[in-house]
């Protein structure tokens, strides 16, 4: 298994996802440097972040508890599970869900073959419950984009 460095960073203005919402919430954003290991395109990061999703993490996160069908090229509108690609480039895909409580988006990013980024922008809606929610959710969300992002990009 190769060995990485993941940084936690602001999020880069340039990203699709930093325009997702006219103010976001919340952002966040985690770099990963791969060493022994490189990748050709941005789908190809995707499709190990959907495939190598341990069960709990899959059902919480795609409401789907087997493996979800992956396409190998990602477009917008598609779905994976109750994610919809909501934006694209050739090096970030942005996947977006609306809950009753947050909008929620988050992009995969092929900086260079050897580096990956996974970052999230949230809105919440209006009423305490939403803002009380995330509060309890933010803690975890952030060790699961981590531990999502080593899974996807490790061997």
Known sequence: MGSVDIVELP???????????????????????VLHETFETVDQVARRWFKRQPRIIRLLSTNVLRTPIVPRLFSVGQFVGSW????????????????????????????????????????IRPGPLA????????PFHRMIVRYLLRSAITQ
């Not at 880069?12 to 919340?26: G, K, N, Q, R």
């Not at 050739?90 to 988006?105: L, N, P, Q, R, W």
């Not at 803002?131 to 933010?138: G, I, L």
Request: hydrophobic content about 45%; aromatic content about 14%; overall charge negative.
């Open 131 to 138: 803002r009380v929610f995330f509060r309890f959710v933010r």
């Open 11 to 33: 999020l880069d203005p340039a990203s699709l996802v930093a325009h997702s919402f006219e103010s976001a919430d919340y952002t966040d954003r985690f770099r990963a440097t």
């Open 84 to 123: 919809k690609v909501v934006g694209r480039t050739a090096s970030e895909i942005v996947f977006g869900e609306s809950t009753v409580a947050f909008d929620y988006h988050y992009s995969i990013r092929l900086v260079d073959p050897g580096t990956v980024e996974a970052a999230t922008a949230v809105s």
